[in-house]
């Protein structure tokens, strides 16, 4: 048996199913997953910002890393060595952390490391070798000796510590998202879409992996390579968990937000590195990419689920701003403060977490579009937060009303909270919830008790005053929370 707080990843988790053909369902009995209190504290942030960054901010790369995989030998060859002019002169901590902030956010998550192998984080581990994409003949594989780090660049500095320190200093949560793939040291070749290839290579990748790499074969180049040797292999599981093992050391952290995976071949090896992290960190959240249910979080990406989810498993919505989740240029991309505040909503209603995601530009300046909505959705918070920040969702199907009213409730059940995204009219008429005889309903931000009564069949009817017909007089100036002392 495993532990008795067991939780599962939902089946129609898309990233489970990459994984589900060789990653038991059950984790060893040796091995447990984060405590019920850790869990409880990631359900009560309810608000984060995930931030990329990495050496594809230098040339402004609209996906992060992955476009290395399309590009000719000579431009690999040129991304590879941009580590050399990473400098990023307006980098302030203190400042990410205060806009942080400022925007409402009880969490963020920081890439210490993409698929391209370039870490953020002053790693003591060395990458022995990597590929010449312009040696004669044609792309080598060639001996090194380097870290491949921020403490490479003309920077030399922890940019992963100062995040961290600056959170904590300002109450905010750790996350460290952490690639298993790492395609700038040979060592990890073909794993993780690896720009290297070997023969027999589709023994040791998923069937994703497989099918990905032959549609996209033209563009994605890969390179034959000889098979790993055993101490090639060696080193690169050494550095994966060694790697891992510094940001749990080295960072006051809550979260370790994996990504991808290494395939069933190396898999039995990476089940004893999430059995080593978790007896060094019994309580951080682990995101469940790669992994299957030794994490202890997913996350839908790109989308708010259509419904409640069909699990236990906390999870955390994650969704760019823009249209990526590192920097973009153009300012008709950010979606604006209401896009956030009706996801941010519509997660927290049906029982997750809402993680929006922008990255800053080469020099460490955020867009000013990205500030601009941040900051109004912060201030939306200011007023709202009581029905967003550790609450959780009512039973069944009563997280929602029609397509505008959404609602959520206190630990303790005394009160549930209904937000209408749309401003309601002069009443607003809530069919599911019965308030408490003699109690007041209030319209967060508003001094005033709100008249109500109950009609019998038609339910409860909020009336709305005239005064806050005037849209100057309302609290804000989208989504409006109405707390209800609710009978039981």
């Known amino acids: 048996m495993s532990q008795p707080n067991f939780v599962r990843l939902p089946q129609t988790d898309v990233h489970l199913n990459e994984v589900r053909s060789y990653i038991e369902d059950i984790p060893h009995e040796d091995y447990t997953q984060a405590s019920e209190q850790a869990r409880e504290a990631f359900r009560d942030m309810k608000f984060g910002v995930r931030v990329h960054w990495g050496l594809y901010s230098k040339l402004n790369l609209q996906e992060e890393s992955w476009p290395f995989l399309k590009m000719s030998f000579a431009d690999r060859q040129r991304y590879q060595e941009l580590y050399k002019a990473f400098d990023p002169k307006h980098f302030d901590a203190g400042e990410w952390m205060?806009?942080?902030?400022?925007?409402?956010?009880?969490?963020?998550?920081?890439?210490?490391?993409?698929?391209e192998g370039f870490s953020l984080f002053d790693t003591k581990t060395r990458v022995k070798q990597r590929v010449n994409w312009m040696a004669a003949g044609g792309p080598q594989i060639e001996p090194c000796d380097l870290a491949y780090s921020v403490m490479d660049t003309p920077f030399k500095r922890d940019i992963v510590k100062e995040l961290c320190d600056a959170a904590r200093e300002n109450g905010i949560r750790s996350e460290l998202y952490f690639s298993h793939p790492d395609?700038?040291?040979?060592?990890?070749?073909p794993y993780g879409f690896h720009p290297l290839t070997v023969p027999g290579f589709e023994k040791l990748l998923t069937q994703k992996e497989i099918d990905e790499i032959d549609f996209r074969f033209e563009q994605m180049r890969p390179v034959s390579m000889p098979a790993l040797t055993h101490q090639e292999r060696e080193r690169m599981l050494t550095r994966h968990k060694q790697q891992l093992t510094e940001l749990l050391t080295h960072y006051q952290i809550d979260m370790i937000c994996l990504d991808m995976w290494l395939g069933v071949e190396v898999w039995p090896e990476i089940r004893e590195t999430m059995k080593h992290?978790?007896?060094?960190?019994?309580?951080?959240?682990?995101?469940?990419?790669?992994?299957?249910?030794?994490?202890?979080?997913?996350?839908?990406?790109?989308?708010?689920?259509?419904?409640?989810?069909?699990?236990?498993?906390?999870?955390?919505v994650i969704y760019p701003l823009a249209n990526t989740f590192s920097y973009d240029p153009e300012a008709a991309r950010y979606k604006g403060s209401e896009w956030v505040i009706r996801n941010l909503v519509d997660a927290v209603a049906k029982g997750g977490n809402f993680m929006v995601g922008i990255g800053p530009d080469a020099n460490g300046l955020w867009h000013p579009k990205a500030v601009e909505q941040l900051h109004e959705t912060?201030?939306?918070?200011?007023?709202?937060?009581?029905?967003?920040?550790?609450?959780?969702?009512?039973?069944?199907?009563?997280?929602?009303?029609?397509?505008?009213?959404?609602?959520?409730?206190?630990?303790?059940?005394?009160?549930?909270?209904?937000i209408c995204t749309q401003w309601p009219g002069r009443t607003l008429p809530i069919q599911t919830v019965r308030p408490k005889e003699g109690t007041d309903i209030h319209m967060l931000g508003y001094d005033e008790p709100l008249p109500w009564r109950c009609e019998g069949e038609n339910g409860l009817v909020i009336a709305i005053p005239e005064h806050l017909q005037n849209t100057k007089n309302r609290p804000c100036r989208t989504a409006y929370a109405f707390r209800i002392a609710a009978a039981p």
Not at 183 to 189: I, M, P, V
Not at 283 to 307: H, I, K
Request: aromatic share 20%.
């Open 277 to 316: 992290l978790r007896r060094m960190a019994p309580d951080v959240m682990f995101r469940a990419r790669g992994v299957g249910n030794y994490g202890d979080y997913y996350t839908p990406e790109g989308f708010v689920p259509g419904s409640k989810e069909n699990t236990d498993m906390p999870w955390m």
């Open 378 to 418: 912060g201030a939306w918070l200011d007023v709202n937060g009581e029905a967003i920040y550790a609450t959780r969702p009512r039973p069944g199907t009563l997280y929602k009303e029609g397509e505008d009213i959404f609602f959520t409730r206190t630990k303790d059940f005394k009160h549930v909270y209904a």
């Open 183 to 189: 395609w700038y040291d040979a060592d990890f070749r």
């Open 98 to 115: 205060r806009f942080f902030k400022q925007a409402g956010f009880k969490c963020f998550a920081f890439t210490s490391k993409h698929h």
